[in-house]
């Protein structure tokens, strides 16, 4: 079982950046496709990026435009998301997760969830 903790969230304004941290205990880390979702108040869950176990590929949600990188350090046992040009609607709270299968973009499709991570983007 894999344990994820996520961190690097804050209150930022529009148009600043941030380096989200996913830390993860457990020895399945890099068996895992490691993929980040937000969900913002009233909506649903949404896919943001997910990137292969080696790191090889990645996968991101229609909407991103190219703002997000998702990298992960698999020595670190590590996911990060970079968030540029950071917008309002970002606002969200920010998860990762783990899955075993390929490259997933549905939440059911994930079988292990930090508990998130609140990003602010004021205008």
């Known amino acids: 079982q894999v344990q994820l903790v996520e961190s690097g969230g804050g209150l930022v304004q529009a148009g600043g950046s941030l380096r989200l941290s996913c830390a993860a205990s457990?020895?399945?880390?890099?068996?895992?496709?490691m993929g980040w979702f937000r969900q913002a108040p009233g909506k649903e869950r949404e896919f943001v990026a997910v990137i292969s176990r080696t790191g090889y590929r990645r996968s991101f949600g229609d909407f991103v435009r190219g703002r997000f990188t998702i990298s992960r350090d698999n020595a670190k046992n590590t996911l990060y998301l970079q968030i540029d040009s950071l917008k309002p609607e970002d606002t969200a709270v920010y998860y990762c997760?783990?899955?075993?299968?390929?490259?997933?973009?549905?939440?059911?499709?994930?079988?292990?969830w930090g508990q998130g991570t609140q990003v602010t983007v004021s205008s």
């Open positions: 997760a783990g899955s075993v299968l390929v490259l997933p973009a549905r939440v059911n499709e994930y079988d292990y």
């Open positions: 457990g020895r399945t880390f890099r068996s895992l496709d």
